[in-house]
């Protein structure tokens, strides 16, 4: 059984934040202090520098993070093989999710409470960054399994098909609803548009489809960049010229509410995936397998 206070330096180390830390693990700052304090006494050494608000590892503290890594996993690989002699179906430990935002927002949380029923005794937790930084993530060790949308591939992660999804056109509803015969591309991005960030797999699908046609997003007028999809809708309920790329899981709402509306646009298809990732070569915890299995038959049957 691993040293809680090994848990509470490797949220500071993750965070490079005392008040993240504590948050993370829900408990008190003055606690975290305590515990790092703990440690630096113990091995003699300062493991941390800390300078008004901002915290750095120091040596010592860069060789007990990886050693606390190591502690976990461990820890973890136990867990997994006695829970195998005593049920083979069963998961149990901590599962470090992270999706990147339309994941996060739209399709993971349906799946989370039904997983939770079956599987009381996993801790799942579930971060939210584009899809960029979640690769960045998993290779840190930070997460056990990610979700992602987009193009972008690493030779060092493995990917996995989730969902199918597609991305549409938005506008804000007008009086005689959308058109009935695709509007002309050159038409459409003539709007100002409304986008996701760089990094995002959003923008990068979008990006991609419009390389194919050879048109450069930088000749485009983008009225605005933002890094969720609830902003860009916000958006477009409140600019009757603007346009945005959205998903079509994420637009449910407003379509029902009649606050927005689909514009389709002529010779422009932006298909994509969303796939499971986690780092090449490495076993899956079961807790992340369970997971997996779990929501590719509960979201796409057919996987």
């Known amino acids: 059984m691993s040293d809680f206070r090994l848990r509470v330096f490797q949220a ?7 008040t993240k830390a504590a948050q993370e693990l829900f ?10 304090h703990e440690l630096e006494k113990h ?5 941390l520098e800390r300078r008004g608000n901002r915290v750095a590892l120091t040596e010592a503290g860069r060789l007990l993070q990886s050693h606390a890594e190591a502690v976990a996993a461990s820890a973890q690989q136990l867990t997994d093989q006695l829970l ?3 049920d083979p179906d069963e998961a149990a430990g901590r599962l470090r999710l992270g999706a990147s935002t339309t994941l996060c927002q739209y399709v993971l949380p349906g799946v989370l409470p039904a997983f939770q029923a079956r599987h009381p005794n996993v801790q799942l937790t579930l971060a939210n960054a584009n899809s960029e930084h979640i690769a960045e993530a998993l290779l840190r060790g930070e997460l056990d399994l990610g979700f992602v949308e987009g193009r972008s591939r690493s030779r060092d992660l493995h990917y996995e098909l989730l969902l199918p999804d597609e991305l549409v056109a938005v506008r804000r509803a007008t009086p005689t609803g959308p ?4 509007l002309p591309l050159a038409e459409a991005l003539a709007h100002p548009l409304v986008l996701r960030e760089r990094g995002s797999g959003t923008l990068e699908v979008l990006e991609f489809a419009l390389r194919e046609l050879k048109i450069k997003l930088n000749t485009l007028p983008v009225a605005f960049y933002f890094d969720n ?21 994420a637009l449910a709402r407003e379509l029902t509410a009649g606050r927005l509306e689909i514009v389709p646009v002529e010779g422009l298809r932006l298909t994509r995936q969303f796939e499971a990732v986690w780092v090449q070569g490495k076993q ?3 807790a992340a397998q369970r997971f997996l299995s779990f929501a590719q038959q509960q979201l796409n049957p057919n996987v």
């Open 229 to 249: 999809t609830e902003s860009i809708k916000g958006y477009l309920e409140a600019a009757p010229e603007a346009m945005g790329f959205v998903s079509c899981r």
């Open 43 to 47: 091995y003699g050494q300062r493991l």
């Open 27 to 36: 408990v008190t700052q003055p606690a975290v202090t305590k515990h790092i």
């Open 84 to 86: 195998t002699l005593r």
């Open 12 to 18: 500071v180390a993750r965070h490079l934040s005392f």
């Open 179 to 182: 058109p009935t015969t695709p």
């Open 284 to 286: 899956l915890p079961r």
